[in-house]
């Protein structure tokens, strides 16, 4: 089944305890993209990638990293994880950078920092 | 700066009936422009676009109107149906694979 496989579903942790969130598509597809998703604010873009080690902020960059070694996996990296980034996100993966048939979403990993 | 805008947080209509969704955005740099679905617990589903050199596309029930000059689009849904009851965002891109930038949503519930 093509899909977005986020991990994990669920995350509660301590401020300052670095983690990684995983994603992987098995689409083969070039364009892969981070958002977060908070009330009121919409779904915001963090990062997204164009193509293997190619990486570009998107609109909320502040307290991420990303990489992008292998076209199927784009992990998220919290280096040092605040009480403000927590919430819903969201990643995904294009054939055609959106265009056509626009992104395949995950399931979402929604993140609490306490 | 919210760059796309959905002014309507939710959108009660009655099944069989027309639901319209609105969306604005303040770049006119903006070509490329996407509606998706999303349940609860679920990602965001794409449901349907349209370019900046087109008005109208259509797809079955779905149908995005673009109105350039206004900075404006649409989406209209006929005949609505209970299991379209989600919420609908809109988003905008300059180009192929570049930022997307989102609507906050719109909730719609369709009423059987």
């Known amino acids: 089944e093509a899909q977005v496989t986020q991990n994990p579903r669920y995350l509660i942790t301590v401020t300052g305890k670095k983690l990684t969130v995983t994603c992987s598509q098995n689409m083969n597809h070039e364009y892969m993209s981070w958002y977060r998703q908070d009330p009121g604010l919409g779904l915001r873009q963090i990062y997204y990638s164009m193509n293997v080690e190619v990486t570009d902020k998107g609109d909320v960059p502040e307290g991420y990293k990303v990489s992008r070694k292998e076209k199927r996996n784009f992990p998220l990296i919290l280096e040092s994880p605040s009480p403000n980034q927590t919430s819903l996100y969201f990643c995904?993966?294009?054939?055609?950078?959106?265009?056509?048939?626009?992104?395949?979403f995950g399931s979402g990993t929604r993140l609490t920092v306490v | 700066d919210q760059q796309v805008k959905q002014n309507s947080p939710s959108l009660s209509v009655q099944e069989g009936r027309i639901s319209i969704l609105n969306c604005d955005y303040t770049n006119s740099m903006f070509d490329y422009f996407l509606w998706y679905k999303k349940y609860p617990a679920e990602g965001p589903t794409f449901l349907i676009s349209?370019?900046?050199?087109?008005d109208k596309n259509e797809d079955g029930r779905f149908t995005v109107f673009l109105n350039k000059s206004a900075k404006h689009l649409s989406l209209h849904i006929v005949p609505s149906q209970p299991g379209d009851s989600a919420v609908y965002f809109c988003?905008?891109?300059?180009?192929?694979?570049?930022?997307?930038?989102f609507g906050t949503g719109t909730s719609l519930t369709v009423i059987p």
């Open positions: 995904a993966s294009s054939l055609s950078g959106g265009q056509g048939s626009g992104y395949t």
């Open positions: 349209i370019s900046s050199i087109k």
């Open positions: 988003a905008a891109s300059r180009g192929t694979g570049n930022q997307f930038y």
